[in-house]
């Protein structure tokens, strides 16, 4: 598992379904409780609460701040026990009521000190805030400086790996709640949705129900664009406070790989990769296939997944004899497609 994580290989068997956790708070954040001090002995309680839940990814998304050192063992706990983790924040932005807070997931390498010993995301931290305190006098989290239009902008500045996450969307600080439907349809027209802002997190039927039925054909209509290009994932995520509340809620992401690029082409291809619970197999189908000769370069191991299989090669490559090898191992006719 190890190396699968950290070379990004393909999983053997294809793409498959893994429980996802994209909005996930530690013990550096002010919101989340626990009495755990050191840093290791957290990772190790928090991991195997992911692993105990099932969670195979997961985002650290803290209130306004990132703290990579925490990441790094928390992720390296996290890859001996299989499971992904990817940096991020939980930024508060200053738009809409009363401010809105949004999920910047990055990519591993954004989380990388350069040659100044900062990070990317910690660079785009501090043009967020500038000299402002990231926190109120109650512990609450500010508004940054930025409204979300300046936000993307300042990302794709820093030339940032990123995808945004509209956390919490039906509360409080949440997209639907503190936007008017003016708004909403502003920004969908911006053509930020499936571009830059991949998701919803725990939106309620009424709120989804709204944001397609008017927003979304409005701003179809207006723009005279196909409605498929404006609708976002939308996603369930624990958004925990204490160790006992991770995982509590999760969607179901297919991949082939863990990689950030693999969970990002799933966000914007959710109609085909985002499910409340992965679809049952109730079919037989071939799992995998070796094949053992006397000859060292003619035997190999292949796995198949359980929905499509594609084999490209050049001619005499031997795609035709693996098809026979699979008719001869069930005992059909290898020359039933003697024809093609």
């Not at 703290?67 to 738009?95: C, H, M, R, Y």
């Not at 409080?172 to 709640?177: A, I, M, S």
């Not at 909403?184 to 997190?201: S, V």
């Amino acid at each position: 598992m190890r190396s699968i994580m950290e070379k990004n290989t393909s999983f053997p068997d294809g793409s498959t379904y893994l429980k996802a956790d994209l909005h996930l708070h530690t013990g550096t954040d002010k919101k989340f409780k626990t009495d755990i001090s050191d840093d290791t002995e957290f990772a190790e309680i928090y991991v195997s609460e992911l692993k105990k839940k099932d969670i195979k990814i997961g985002v650290i998304t803290n209130h306004n701040k990132f703290d990579n050192e925490e990441f790094q063992v928390l992720k390296t706990t996290a890859i001996n026990k299989g499971i992904f983790l990817l940096p991020g924040v939980e930024l508060s932005v200053k738009d809409g009521k009363r401010g809105m807070h949004t999920l910047i997931i990055f990519a591993p390498e954004d989380a990388e000190k350069d040659d100044n010993n900062t990070s990317k995301i910690e660079t785009f931290l501090t043009f967020a805030f500038g000299s402002n305190p990231r926190f109120d006098n109650t512990g609450n989290p500010a508004l940054c400086n930025l409204n979300l239009d300046t936000t993307i902008e300042k990302l794709n500045e820093l030339k940032c790996h990123y995808f945004i996450i509209l956390a919490h969307t039906d509360n409080n600080r949440g997209f639907f709640k503190e936007f008017e439907g003016g708004r909403i349809k502003d920004f969908l027209k911006r053509g930020y949705f499936r571009k830059q802002i991949l998701a919803c997190q725990n939106i309620g039927e009424s709120s989804r129900s709204t944001f397609i039925n008017d927003w979304v054909k409005e701003a179809a209509k207006e723009t005279g664009q196909d409605e498929f290009s404006f609708i976002p994932a939308f996603i369930s995520a624990s958004d925990p406070k204490k160790i006992e509340e991770i995982g509590t809620r999760y969607s179901n992401i297919k991949i082939g790989e863990y990689s950030f690029d693999a969970v990002k082409f799933s966000l914007m291809n959710h109609e085909l990769r985002i499910r409340d619970e992965p679809p049952q197999i109730d079919y037989p189908c071939i799992k995998r296939v070796q094949i053992k000769t006397d000859k060292a370069m003619s035997a190999f191991d292949i796995y198949l997944s359980p929905d499509m299989n594609n084999l490209i090669g050049i001619r005499g490559s031997g795609k035709s004899a693996l098809l026979e090898a699979i008719r001869y191992a069930l005992e059909i006719d290898a020359r039933e497609d003697r024809e093609y």
